[in-house]
């Protein structure tokens, strides 16, 4: 199977780009604890930043199940599409288990 390249580039800057938008608030959130901010305020933040780190999250999952497919080949064996499966689960389990 076959991505375009430039669905992979899509998709790397839209992953870049939210992660730079997570730094923004992670140095927020410094800043809020240096100034003294109110607790509720600071979680709102926190909160806000654990979302967009599920977001990407789900962006780099999808990455990787794409290369996974394009990895396979046009016409895979029924070994090659097991041990495929069998890396990308255990990828997944270790993810969904954090």
């Known amino acids: 199977m076959y991505f375009p390249d430039d669905v992979k580039e899509q998709l790397q800057h839209n992953i870049i ?3 730079k938008k997570i730094e923004g608030q992670i140095r927020g959130l410094q800043h809020m604890i240096s100034d003294e901010k109110s607790c509720e305020q600071i979680l709102i ?28 080949g046009e016409k895979p064996t029924p070994e090659e599409v097991w041990t495929k499966l069998d890396e990308t689960v255990g990828v997944l389990t270790k993810f969904i288990g954090n």
Do not use: G, N, P, T
Request: glycine content about 0%; proline content about 0%.
């Open 17 to 19: 780009a939210r992660l």
């Open 45 to 72: 933040q926190v909160r806000a930043a654990q979302s967009a780190l599920r977001s990407v999250s789900s962006l780099i999952l999808k990455s990787y199940l794409m290369k996974c497919l394009s990895d396979i």
